[in-house]
């Protein structure tokens, strides 16, 4: 009997427009997400060339990485960031663009306010410039981040010429331990596989564990998949998706809804589906997960203790040595106990309200350290309405936290939330690259967001299974 085929190749065949010479094959995007940073210019291009936006009621825009979260009341203090703004708000009424602004109550980071409109949906393919576009995935959409030039090309012509990956089949088996999140369980991932081991691929995540996560939870897991190299990352749609999408603004109502459920049922992976790899990992052997370099590849459990460059293969020890001088770490040392300075709970890794009702629950438990400065940063208005519905900012004022207004923030700070200079950070985002946070030489300790939390109230990294 011939192989069925993986979500992934049934979407990307029903979406295939022509073989190209050269290899690549012309995609059809279903959903194009826009925001202030990529697009601009995009625009600009699409100016010049004369040409209009082709499928306007297929692109959506959104405002997340220049907003400041103290106080999001026009015009900005930040000039830059306010001409970033006037600008998105004219190429979106000029090419007759939706635009969710902070006045429509439905703004956000781009990767949170998608899945919680409806937007993103199961067989889709989903662009935007941004890289942790693979976040869409968790519904079974195969979600691209790509650069300003196709984003150019997405609205000049809705498609994208892209060379097919191969698929790899993940497994996580079990079932996880207390306190151990879905963000544990992508580290643990990208710390196996290393941050180049999914390039080429496309990373199905799929086994008991995966099958359980909620889809905030999928969410997480899928955001990531692009620091581990892959290209997108995806779960099977489910029961569990068709109920969250289920009454959506931009889900299918009435009549659609039965039909949109039978090709969404027909787009998940065949039981005898072909990969191009297959990798399995034991949920029972995951623990808190944190990063202790400058890549989210460079991470250990918390119980366990940084390497040692003699503990690394030769070929790492360069890229080691380089991350434990920038990090101010020693090779042998234990992770926790590893003091911050800051602590930020947010982006669109973790910036969901599960995330925030997780940290609450640590939170609770004391007050942030003295000398330690605490962000909670919502991934969108609907987030934030939510966690107010919930009393979670009153929880986290209590405890010393700083509540703040809905966007990117800290994550990439191109707003004016950063460290300064060596501050160490514990964070729930999804980069430690030098730099990321806002300063040069500031430092970023990934971990999930219980995890900053318990490590906010006592000013190192704690093992937070310690304190649920
Ligand atoms: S939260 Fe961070 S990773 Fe996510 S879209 Fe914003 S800047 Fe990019």
Redesign the pocket.
Same mark, same amino acid.
């Given at each position: 009997m011939p192989a069925g085929k993986s979500l992934f190749d049934k979407v990307w065949d029903a979406h295939a427009v022509r073989e190209l010479q050269g290899g690549q094959t012309q995609l059809f995007i279903g959903l194009h997400l826009i925001h202030e940073v990529t697009s601009p210019q995009a625009f600009a291009m699409l100016r010049e060339m004369k040409l209009p936006v082709r499928f306007p009621r297929l692109t959506f825009a959104t405002v997340?990485?220049i907003v400041p979260t103290d106080s999001q009341r026009r015009p900005f203090t930040d000039t830059l960031a306010e001409e970033m703004l006037v600008h998105l708000e004219r190429n979106c009424r000029e090419h007759g663009i939706r635009f969710f602004d902070a006045a429509s109550g439905k703004q956000g980071?781009?990767?949170v306010i998608g899945p919680e409109l409806g937007l993103t949906q199961p067989g889709m393919t989903v662009a935007c410039g941004?890289?942790?576009t693979s976040t869409h995935g968790a519904f079974g959409a195969i979600a691209f981040g790509i650069g300003t030039s196709q984003v150019r090309d997405v609205l000049a012509t809705q498609c994208l010429a892209l060379n097919r990956p191969k698929v790899r089949r993940i497994e996580v088996t079990g079932k996880l331990g207390g306190g151990v999140y879905a963000k544990d369980v992508i580290l643990h991932i990208i710390r196996r596989l290393g941050v180049n081991g999914g390039v080429g691929f496309a990373y199905e995540y799929a086994g008991p564990v995966v099958e359980a996560f909620s889809m905030e939870e999928r969410l997480t897991l899928c955001n990531m998949s692009i620091e581990g190299g892959a290209r997108v990352g995806y779960v099977n749609p489910d029961e569990i998706a068709y109920a969250y999408l289920r009454g959506r603004e931009y889900a299918p109502g009435g009549d659609a809804w039965g039909r949109a459920l039978t090709w969404w049922r027909g787009m998940a992976s065949d039981a005898n589906a072909h990969y191009d790899d297959r990798v399995s990992f034991d949920g029972r052997e995951i623990s808190p997960t944190v990063t202790w370099g400058i890549n989210p590849g460079q991470a250990c459990g918390v119980a366990e203790s940084i390497p040692r460059l003699s503990d690394v293969r030769a070929e790492e020890r360069a890229q080691v040595a380089e991350a434990l001088e920038f990090m101010g770490l020693c090779g042998g040392q234990p992770i926790a106990g590893t003091k911050i300075d800051v602590a930020f709970i947010g982006? *669109?890794?973790n910036g969901r309200i599960s995330d925030l009702r997780e940290a609450a629950r640590v939170a609770k438990t004391g007050f942030v350290a003295s000398g330690v400065r605490a962000l909670v940063v919502p991934g969108s208005h609907a987030v934030a309405r939510q966690a107010e519905a919930e009393g979670l900012p009153e929880v986290f004022r209590a405890a010393g936290f700083d509540w703040r207004e809905p966007g990117?923030s800290m *994550?990439?700070a191109m707003n004016p939330d950063k460290l300064k200079g060596r501050e160490i950070c514990a964070s729930s985002?999804?980069?430690n690259f030098k730099g990321r946070q806002g300063s040069p030489t500031g430092r970023t300790l990934l971990m999930s967001p219980a995890m900053v939390a318990a490590a906010a109230l006592h000013g190192r990294v704690v093992d937070v299974r310690e304190m649920l």
């Open positions: 997340d990485h980071i781009v990767h941004d890289s942790h982006s *669109c890794t990117c *994550c990439l985002s999804n980069r």
